[in-house]
Nanobody, 117 residues
Framework: QVQLVESGGGLVQAGGSLRLSCAASGIIFSIYRMGWYRQAPGKQRELVALITSGGVTNYADSVRGRFTISRDNAKSTVYLQMSSLKPEDTAVYYC???????????WGKGTLVTVSS
């Protein structure tokens, strides 16, 4: 059974930092592209950051320079270090595991990040 479990969300003041974690089980973690997405109230889910199996990263323009995605294959965990947080970063943050071989696309249940002004 595949599980992606996010943690680390919470309430933080603008300008503060948080680190999100996503622990994966039931998959060969190292072959998956891992990603963080977010969904703010009343908005569609959007990409925040991706990291490939080879460690190549990609970021949404809105978070580039403030957020850092990383992975620890030995721990089957992906992280999102968020700094200089803004109220507009408030959202539920979801972890995603994606692979083309085998074809697979898994999601966690999300963790809420609230940034107060």
């Amino acid at each position: 059974q595949v599980q992606l479990v996010e943690s680390g969300g919470g309430l933080v003041q603008a300008g503060g930092s948080l680190r999100l974690s996503c622990a994966a089980s039931g998959i060969i973690f190292s072959i998956y592209r891992m990603g963080w997405y977010r969904q703010a109230p009343g908005k569609q889910r959007e990409l925040v950051a991706l990291i490939t199996s080879g460690g190549v990263t990609n970021y949404a323009d809105s978070v580039r320079g403030r957020f850092t995605i990383s992975r620890d294959n030995a721990k089957s965990t992906v992280y999102l270090q968020m700094s200089s947080l803004k109220p507009e970063d408030t959202a539920v943050y979801y972890c995603n595991a994606f692979s083309t071989l085998p074809t697979a696309d898994y999601w966690g249940k999300g963790t809420l990040v609230t940034v107060s002004s």
